[in-house]
């Protein structure tokens, strides 16, 4: 069996931000109407069962880092486009209920985390052939492994597909543990995640393909056995080993790199949610055409059948 894992919250906002609006009256329904139709489409393609993960609230993140996050309420663009989403997600929630989908919310995490667990959970299972992981998000990628392809609906992106024979190629980091210790070098704008301060991207790459982790500099550096004594990042580097202190970061640099570590880590996530709640499939295909009538969506309606095909068959 195949599986399809999709980031909720990423799916929709993407949708919900599209240039071209939708509209049933006064309501906005271009998140409900791309979500259905790619999570039918992804599934049908990959030949996959797919189950929805959704955001919740990550309070021990923000504990654990205050500034976590802490710029989104400052983005009026933002704050609409949620409020937006907010008034489709339960349409969304119910359509996928009712087409079969199951579907799981970190209440007190964050779909992330789900998808590691549930990675972690399933992939070495004999039953489970492939995990694709449908989100606009790259964190995401430090997931892929033989077994876990990594995919997005993003028309921005520069790849649609990474799998792990590829991964080396498309990302510039041989391991997709390389590639989340580049990112916890470089910090998260979005996230609001503070990078280590003089490593930017190929700094980053130049340190995992070089010396294969940041650990295994950092001792180099500290025991005597690495000298870097030359090249455009050799200050940067030896002040990572140290743990000075970054004016620009206001933050010690090897500190934050662990802290940064902690908190990107989806491949043995530091907060993992205690309270998931479930929304358990009920199919029921009378129940889908009557939210289709209700929302107009009449491309749905035109063959019910089908469109609900994948569903059917790959939900059972």
């Known amino acids: 069996m195949n599986y399809l894992f999709v980031d909720g919250n990423s799916l929709g906002y993407y949708h919900q931000q599209q240039k071209e609006k939708l509209h049933n009256g006064e309501m906005e329904v271009q998140a409900i109407f791309g979500f259905v139709k790619n999570v039918r489409r992804y599934a049908s393609i990959l030949r996959a069962r797919p189950i929805v993960f959704w955001d919740g609230f990550s309070d021990r993140r923000r504990s654990f880092y205050p500034e976590y996050k802490a710029n989104r309420d400052d983005n009026p663009e933002m704050l609409k486009m949620k409020e937006g989403f907010s008034k489709q997600k339960p349409y969304i929630v119910n359509m996928m209920k009712v087409l079969g989908v199951n579907q799981f919310t970190a209440k007190d995490g964050e779909a992330d985390d789900l998808a590691g667990m549930f990675v972690e959970k399933l992939v070495d299972s004999p039953a489970v052939e492939h995990i694709y992981l449908l989100t606009g998000d790259q964190d995401w990628l430090q997931l892929v492994s033989e077994k876990v392809t990594w995919v997005t609906v993003r028309a921005d992106a520069q790849h649609k597909q990474i799998n792990f024979e590829q991964f080396s190629e498309l990302t510039g980091y041989a391991?997709?543990?390389?590639?989340?210790?580049?990112?916890?070098?470089?910090?998260?704008?979005s996230d609001n995640i503070?990078?280590?301060?003089?490593?930017?991207d190929g700094g980053a790459k130049e340190i995992i393909a070089e010396y294969g982790?940041?650990?295994?500099m950092v001792r180099g550096i500290m025991d005597g056995s690495i000298v870097i004594d030359k090249g455009r990042h050799k200050t940067a580097f030896n002040n990572l080993a140290k743990n000075a202190f970054n004016e620009?970061?206001?933050c010690r640099m090897l500190e934050a790199f662990k802290r940064n570590m902690s908190l990107m880590n989806l491949i043995?996530?530091?907060?993992?949610?205690?309270?998931?709640?479930?929304?358990?499939?009920?199919?029921?295909q009378?129940?889908?055409?009557?939210?289709?009538l209700e929302l107009n969506f009449r491309s749905f309606l035109e063959d019910m059948d089908v469109f609900t095909l994948p569903f059917e068959r790959y939900c059972a």
């Open 175 to 189: 391991t997709p543990r390389g590639f989340l210790e580049g990112k916890a070098l470089q910090g998260d704008k």
């Open 286 to 292: 009378k129940a889908f055409e009557q939210m289709c």
């Open 213 to 216: 982790s940041v650990v295994t």
């Open 268 to 284: 043995k996530t530091q907060f993992p949610p205690t309270v998931i709640e479930p929304v358990k499939a009920e199919r029921n």
């Open 248 to 250: 620009k970061t206001k």
């Open 194 to 200: 503070a990078a280590v301060g003089g490593i930017g």
